[in-house]
């Protein structure tokens, strides 16, 4: 077994790795298991790394050491390989997959409690050629989680919230809604729309939870699509809207529940995965249940009453 530690040296809580390196070497210099600490140069050199290791090595165990977008080129890369499994250790700004764990994500800052940790296969979403594992989105907040940023590194804004705000603000002056065409459900939804939200997790964009109740390991995937709304409408519906309080705006968002849909336009629009960003005019998502295996402290209660795949061996 090989533990790799994929860090992110541009986290945007700033450079993290002196502080994830001594805690690596605190924990595995007297485990006796071989790993590796890998600094990453440049967007997707995480996925390069993690598939040349996984190439080679028959049990291969994947720490994503940053924010989410960390995260997601680690999944991209774990995703569907039955000889890697991955988990998280949260340093980035919005840290906002493990926010679905509640208050047990503290225990993913544990690396010793990581390494002795359970196997459970997550559902992830293949869109195109890339992978998301949390929630994916089109329109103005895929452009405004995507668009932060372009601010978070200017010193009189800052990282996290505010930049969040800044984005939200310019981007609600450019423009508020997509021409998009969803099919879904055997469904047709055609025009102008303000979002379109695929949750495979709960949290994003550092405080909107739209769908409390999303599970990453049920096999289902829970949509909101957004239109029909003014501009002078936006600021109220979207504080509701990052509540999760969907239920009580049936008049303008359509909640579904599926395993695949298809976003197409005219037009070029962006797709954001967990942060990340992916232009095109035609998104084809599909769940994959159980298409990531997913490590974590045992004893979880997000887990409980599910068996685990496997059990790490500890030295």
């Known amino acids: 077994m090989k533990h790799l530690f994929i860090v992110n040296p541009a986290a945007r809580q700033g450079n993290r790795t002196t502080f994830v390196t001594s805690l690596v070497h605190q924990v595995f210099d007297r485990r006796g298991e071989p790993f590796e600490i890998y600094i990453t140069r440049g967007p997707l050199?995480?996925?390069r790394k993690i598939q040349e290791d996984a190439a080679v090595e028959s049990d291969l165990r994947v720490y994503a050491c940053g924010g989410d977008g960390?995260?997601?080129?680690?999944?991209?890369a774990c995703a569907g390989r039955s000889n890697v499994s991955m988990t998280v250790f949260p340093c980035g700004t919005g840290n906002d997959f493990v926010k679905l764990f509640g208050d047990e994500q503290g225990k993913f800052k544990n690396f010793a409690a990581l390494a002795d940790g359970e196997v459970h296969p997550l559902d992830i979403i293949r869109v195109n050629d890339r992978f998301s594992l949390n929630i994916c989105s089109v329109g103005l907040d895929s452009r405004v989680g995507v668009g932060v940023h372009e601010f978070d590194n200017i010193p009189v804004i800052g990282r996290g919230?505010?930049?969040y705000i800044v984005s939200a603000l310019v981007n609600f002056c450019r423009k508020v809604t997509d021409d998009l065409t969803v099919t879904i459900n055997g469904q047709l939804f055609k025009g102008e729309m303000t979002a379109v939200c695929v949750c495979n997790g709960t949290w994003y964009g550092g405080s909107?939870?739209?769908v409390p109740e999303a599970r990453p390991d049920d096999g289902i995937?829970?949509?909101l699509i957004v239109r029909g709304l003014r501009r002078a409408q936006l600021p109220f519906m979207f504080l509701k809207y990052g509540r999760g309080e969907y239920r009580a705006m049936e008049k303008y968002?359509?909640?579904?529940?599926t395993d695949r849909l298809t976003i197409e336009s005219d037009e070029e629009f962006l797709v954001n995965l967990d942060g990340e960003g992916l232009v095109t005019n035609r998104a084809e998502l599909?769940?994959?249940p159980g298409g990531l295996r997913f490590f974590h402290p045992r004893n979880m209660a997000f887990f409980a009453g599910k068996t685990p795949e496997s059990a790490f061996s500890t030295v």
Do not use: G, M, R, W
Not at 70 to 76: P, R, S
Not at 253 to 257: R, S
């Open 208 to 210: 909107f939870n739209p």
């Open 45 to 47: 050199d995480a996925v």
């Open 161 to 163: 919230k505010s930049a």
């Open 253 to 257: 968002i359509t909640h579904l529940q």
């Open 70 to 76: 960390t995260v997601n080129e680690c999944a991209c």
């Open 221 to 223: 995937l829970d949509v």
């Open 286 to 288: 599909e769940l994959l």
